[in-house]
């Protein structure tokens, strides 16, 4: 028997479904050849007695039937529940001395991608996909590499440690210009630092990431079922960002891969991304239901993550809905879970919200104090970041709050001549995209800057209009007014709010003069 060369090895890529495929377990490094032989055949050993080597080659096998089967259950995308002994039954083989290098590594990274779905255990996945790039560096695998990496950086993210996440995929980007890095393990890289980006609330960086991966999966001519994970990616981010149209279409085309076979998987992950486009959207309802959708989904599927992530979404929802016990109440029965998984960014996040919660209803110290829990979820020297929010979301927090050393990011000036400035920049007339942008500010400034109703700024804008055309006008308005000043890409400064009807500037983001005082 003739063994094959650690290049050769690394060339060959894993069978991908052609169709509708979930290609988790095509984003995998192969096993490797090697680990079909018996120890005697591996690394030079000397060889073992019949019965022992018989003994290994069949624990051996039984090894690789478990990652077989692992890859098989990711591509499918219907769920991880039946996959609970598999890691089990690969744990308890990988126990035994003397087995192969780079079995070890491709079961320990599997063993990390289970344990991060199905468990979200951030911590064992950690530690799993740290073991199997110990023995990637060793064996020279560069794929098994780029995806340890990845892993990690996914696991920090969540975890809270931002600057580690970073590091790590500064570094697998490097690893990335290397020869034997073949597209898909780029690939891998670049999803990874895309998913990271939008648990980091960096939502446009996080587009970008996922764009060049899908071009880098077009470009490289990989088989169909490649890109349906990245799919998904996107319409998270899309969402994220608030893209309706693009979600839209990015939703339809998910759809078609998960709904009809049943792949719960990618049908949580997809109810997910919608709902937070409804909470985007300002449709907390529909972002709820929604978000009880991917928990019954993940749930039923066996895949933790997905559950953890839509627990949060139904935090978020029920905030902004103004059901404070009923989120207190989810926050209460799920943050002892997501502490002991190390998912200490999502319940940073969620401190953040019901802090937010108590901020808008005059709650104020309890606001703080929450705030405070917050940030004593994430590292030192951590920066405590908003999910599922725009990006100034956390800077709107603090203004309410008052005290926090927010400095106002919009200023306007009525005495005298009418001047707007956003972020130091100058707002000119060709800036205002119509004058009823211009008349719709300069109402709610007249009207006191703050909780004024709707209805009332739909009168004064659209008195001629029908009720419900005239408010649909507000809305599109208030829109307008929002982007006032922001350029293509630029995430929108949340200085105005609409909440149960009304219409306020948000004190500390935004200083009026007249309001002053």
């Known amino acids: 028997m003739v063994m094959s060369s650690a290049k050769d090895r690394c060339d060959r890529e894993p069978a991908v479904e052609l169709k509708g495929g979930f290609p988790w377990g095509s984003l995998l490094p192969a096993p490797g050849a090697e680990a079909r032989l018996p120890p005697a055949a591996v690394g030079g050993r000397a060889a073992a007695p019949p019965r022992e080597a018989a003994v290994a080659g069949a624990a051996e096998t039984a090894i690789l039937d478990c990652l077989h089967a692992i890859d098989a259950r990711l591509r499918s995308g219907a769920g991880l529940a039946s996959l609970a002994g598999t890691g089990a039954e690969l744990r308890a083989l990988l126990n035994a001395p003397g087995r192969a290098p780079r079995l070890i590594g491709a079961s320990s990274l599997r ?27 060793e064996e020279g695998d560069v794929p098994l590499q780029l995806s340890c990496l990845a892993l990690l950086g996914v696991a920090d993210a969540l975890a809270g ?13 490097f690893l990335c210009a290397h020869r034997d890095a073949k597209p898909l393990a780029r690939l891998v890289v670049h999803g990874a630092a895309g998913l990271v980006a939008l648990m980091l609330g960096e939502a446009e960086r996080a587009h970008a990431e996922l764009a060049s991966a899908t071009g880098l999966a077009d470009a490289a001519g990989l088989p169909e079922a490649v890109p349906v994970l990245l799919l998904g990616h996107r319409l998270y981010a899309a969402a994220a960002l608030g893209r309706e149209a693009e979600s839209a279409c990015l939703a339809s085309r998910l759809g078609e891969v998960c709904i009809p076979a049943g792949r719960g998987l990618l049908w949580a992950y997809r109810h997910l991304a919608l709902g937070v486009l409804a909470l985007r959207s300002g449709q907390a309802l529909r972002a709820l239901e929604r978000a009880d959708a991917c928990v019954e989904q993940a749930q039923a599927g066996g895949v933790g993550l997905l559950s953890a992530l839509g627990t949060l979404l139904r935090v978020q929802a029920l905030a902004d809905l103004h059901r404070g016990h009923e989120a207190r109440e989810v926050f209460r029965l799920a943050s002892p879970g997501w502490l002991a998984a190390g998912l200490n960014r999502l319940a940073a996040v969620a401190r953040q919200e019901l802090a937010m919660l108590d901020a808008r209803s005059g709650a104020r110290d309890r606001a703080r104090a929450g705030l405070a829990a917050a940030r004593g979820l994430v590292p030192a020297g951590e920066t405590l970041r908003p999910l599922h929010r725009p990006r100034g979301w956390v800077d709107e927090l603090e203004a309410l709050l008052g005290g926090t050393g927010a400095q106002p990011r919009v200023r306007i000036q009525t005495l005298g001549e009418f001047i707007v400035e956003i972020d130091g920049r100058r707002i000119y007339d060709r800036d205002w995209k119509g004058q009823r942008t211009r008349m719709l500010l300069i109402a709610l400034i007249c009207e006191g800057g703050q909780k004024v109703p709707t209805t009332r700024l739909a009168d004064m804008l659209w008195p001629d209009a029908e009720g419900d055309k005239a408010l649909q006008n507000l809305k599109v308005v208030l829109h307008r007014l929002r982007r006032l000043g922001c350029r293509e890409g630029d995430e929108a400064v949340s200085w105005v709010h609409v909440k149960q009807g009304m219409v306020s500037l948000v004190r500390g983001l935004c200083w009026v003069d007249v309001l002053e005082g």
């Open 111 to 137: 063993l990390g991608v289970l344990a991060l779905l199905a468990e979200a255990g951030i911590e064992q996945a950690a530690e799993a996909a740290r073991q199997a790039l110990q023995v990637a560096a």
């Open 161 to 173: 440690r931002v600057v580690r996440a970073d590091v790590r995929l500064g570094d697998a980007a």
